[in-house]
C-alpha cells in the first residue's frame, strides 16, 4: 500500500524524488498524469506514487485543477505523506499548486519549503537561489523559453504566487541546531504562516528540517526537489530496507561499454544539453540524426512528412550490417534555437503549442523506430521534461519504475505496461549535468542491460 505521495508539474522531476525514495529502499513508481492513480493500469504495488500533472508551463488555472485533481486522488489511496516537487529552478506555477495541494489536504497542514538539492549544487542561503555557485537569476533558466524565473530571492518569488503568508527561516537560526530550528518554526507558524521556506546549503540541514518538523508532528506537506521528502520519509521510518549503494562501473568518456544500440530522444534546447549532445556526438559509434524542429512545429501534414523521413531513416539505419551503439535524435545542433513565439506566430498558434508540437513529432519519431526495431534497441534516454512525457504518451505506457540515478536528476528507470514494458530508460532535466553526463548515462543504460541478464537490477 503507498503510505507516500508526491505531485510534480513535470515528469523528470516526478523521476528523481522517486528516485532518491527508491535508492532509500522504498519501491516508488512516476506515473504520467493526475488521474493515472486511480486506474487500474497504475494502481501498483508501491509504496511510493510520484504523479506528473505536467503543469510547469500552462495557465495558473488549469495548473490548479491538475493539482488539485492529482491531490484528491492520492488521498483516496489513503498517502499518509504528501510533498509538492518543485523544480530546483524554481520554473512553474509553484505558489499556485501549493494552494491547490494546500486547499485539499485541509487548514491543520502546513507547507515547508527547502527548494534546496545539495547534491546538484543547488541550495538556498539567505533566501537566495544559488545554482552551481551563482543566483539564479543570472542563470540560464532567466531565458528559458517557456518558463524564466528572473527573481534569485525565493521569499519574494513564491509570495507573489501564493495566497498564503510566507515566512522564512534563515541559515543561522539551523546553524544553532535542531531545538533552535524548532522553535522558530513554531513562532513562525504561529504568527500565521502557512508556507515555511528554510534554507539549507547541505544534506545535514535538510535533514536537520525534517527531523524537527517530524518531532513536532506536524502534518506537512514538503516543498521541495526531493532530498527534503526523502528525509521526512527517513525520519518518519518509512523506509526499512537497506539503502542502495551507488553503481560504479569501469568506463571511459570516449567510448560505450557491452553491446547493444541506446535510442536519444534530445528536445531540450538549452545550452546544457546542446554541450552534452555535441560530446556525445563526437564518441566513435554515435549516429546522429537532425531533426527539423520548424517543420514540426507548425503540426499537419508538413509535420507528418518530418516525422516519416525521420523514422524511416533511423529503421534503414538499423537494418544495416553495421549498427551504431547510439543513435541521438536532436532539434538544437543542427540548427538555431528557435524564438518559438516568433515562430508560432507564422501559424497563428501560441508558444505553448509549437513547443508541444516539436515535442509531440519527437515522440511519434520515436514510437515508430521502437515499433519496427525494439529488438534492436537497449534503451531509451530522454532529455528534457516535455519530450519524456511526449515519448512516454506516444508509447502508451502507464509509468516509470525508479531504480537508480546516474547523477541527481538524470534517473533510471523501467517502462511500466504497453508492449515496451521493461525496457530500460533514463530521464534527465535539459539544465542538469557537465559535458560528459551524456555519454555517461548512455553507458549506465548498457551497463543496466547487461545486469539485467545475470539478475534484476545492478542496484
Known amino acids: 500500500m503507498a503510505i507516500i505521495g508526491a505531485v510534480a508539474d513535470d515528469l523528470t522531476g516526478a523521476t528523481t524524488v522517486g528516485v532518491l525514495l527508491a535508492r532509500s529502499g522504498i519501491t516508488t513508481a512516476a506515473l504520467f498524469n493526475e488521474n493515472c492513480s486511480m486506474s487500474d493500469n497504475?494502481?501498483?504495488?508501491?509504496?511510493?506514487?510520484?504523479?506528473?500533472?505536467?503543469?510547469?508551463?500552462i495557465t495558473k488555472e488549469k495548473a490548479k485543477e491538475k493539482v488539485k485533481i492529482a491531490t484528491l486522488n492520492l488521498k483516496r489511496m489513503g498517502i499518509r505523506q504528501f510533498s509538492k516537487r518543485i523544480d530546483t529552478t524554481l520554473r512553474g506555477n509553484i505558489g499556485t499548486e501549493i494552494d491547490a495541494m494546500l486547499d485539499e489536504l485541509g487548514s491543520d497542514t502546513v507547507a515547508v519549503m527547502i527548494p534546496s538539492m545539495p547534491q546538484s549544487n543547488r541550495i538556498m542561503v539567505g533566501g537566495y537561489s544559488i545554482i552551481n555557485g551563482v543566483p539564479l537569476s543570472k542563470t540560464p533558466v532567466a531565458k528559458d523559453v517557456r518558463t524564466p524565473v528572473t527573481d534569485s530571492y525565493v521569499p519574494r518569488l513564491i509570495a507573489k504566487q501564493t495566497k498564503r503568508k510566507v515566512s522564512h527561516v534563515g541559515l543561522d537560526e539551523l546553524l544553532k541546531g535542531?531545538?533552535?530550528?524548532?522553535?522558530?518554526?513554531?513562532?513562525?507558524?504561529?504568527?500565521?504562516?502557512e508556507v515555511l521556506l528554510v534554507d539549507a546549503i547541505s544534506l545535514e540541514d535538510v535533514s536537520m528540517a525534517a527531523c524537527a518538523v517530524t518531532e513536532l508532528d506536524w502534518n506537512v506537506l514538503a516543498v521541495d526537489p526531493g532530498p527534503f521528502t526523502e528525509q521526512l520519509a527517513r525520519a518518519k521510518k518509512f523506509n526499512p530496507n537497506v539503502?542502495?549503494?551507488?553503481?560504479?562501473?569501469?568506463?571511459?568518456?570516449?567510448?560505450?561499454?557491452?553491446?547493444?544500440t541506446v535510442l536519444v530522444a534530445a528536445g531540450s534546447a538549452s545550452s546544457v544539453t546542446v554541450s552534452q549532445m555535441k560530446v556525445l556526438r563526437d564518441v566513435p559509434g554515435t549516429c546522429q540524426v537532425s531533426v527539423k524542429a520548424p517543420l514540426l512545429l507548425g503540426g499537419g501534414k508538413v509535420s507528418d512528412l518530418e516525422i516519416k523521413r525521420v523514422s524511416e531513416k533511423v529503421v534503414n539505419i538499423l537494418n544495416e550490417s553495421n549498427i551504431p551503439r547510439v543513435i541521438m535524435l536532436e532539434t538544437a545542433l543542427s540548427g538555431d534555437v528557435l524564438n518559438l513565439k516568433e515562430e508560432g506566430k507564422k501559424y497563428g498558434i501560441s508558444s505553448e503549442e509549437a513547443a508541444d508540437n516539436i515535442n509531440l513529432?519527437?515522440?511519434?519519431?520515436?514510437?515508430?523506430?521502437?515499433?519496427?526495431?525494439?529488438?534492436?534497441?537497449?534503451?531509451?534516454?530522454?532529455?528534457?521534461?516535455?519530450v519524456m512525457v511526449y515519448v512516454c504518451a506516444s508509447l502508451g505506457v502507464d509509468g516509470i519504475e525508479l531504480i537508480d540515478y546516474v547523477i541527481p536528476q538524470s534517473d533510471l528507470g523501467r517502462l511500466i505496461g504497453s508492449k515496451f514494458n521493461g525496457m530500460t530508460v533514463v530521464g534527465k532535466g535539459g539544465?542538469?549535468?557537465?559535458?560528459?553526463?551524456?555519454?555517461?548515462?548512455?553507458?549506465?543504460?548498457f551497463y543496466e542491460e547487461e545486469c539485467k541478464t545475470k539478475s534484476r537490477s545492478c542496484v
Do not use: P, Q
Not at 535542531?178 to 504562516?193: H, M, Y
Not at 542502495?244 to 560505450?256: A, I, L, P
Not at 513529432?361 to 516535455?386: C, F, H, N, P, S
Open 243 to 260: 539503502i542502495k549503494k551507488s553503481v560504479k562501473m569501469e568506463t571511459k568518456d570516449n567510448e560505450f561499454y557491452g553491446n547493444g
Open 178 to 193: 535542531k531545538e533552535n530550528l524548532k522553535k522558530v518554526l513554531t513562532e513562525s507558524r504561529n504568527k500565521g504562516a
Open 361 to 386: 513529432g519527437i515522440g511519434e519519431i520515436t514510437r515508430r523506430i521502437l515499433d519496427k526495431m525494439k529488438e534492436k534497441i537497449v534503451g531509451l534516454y530522454m532529455t528534457g521534461g516535455d
Open 431 to 445: 539544465l542538469t549535468g557537465d559535458d560528459t553526463t551524456a555519454i555517461k548515462i548512455v553507458n549506465r543504460i
Open 42 to 57: 497504475c494502481n501498483l504495488n508501491h509504496e511510493a506514487i510520484i504523479v506528473s500533472t505536467n503543469s510547469r508551463g
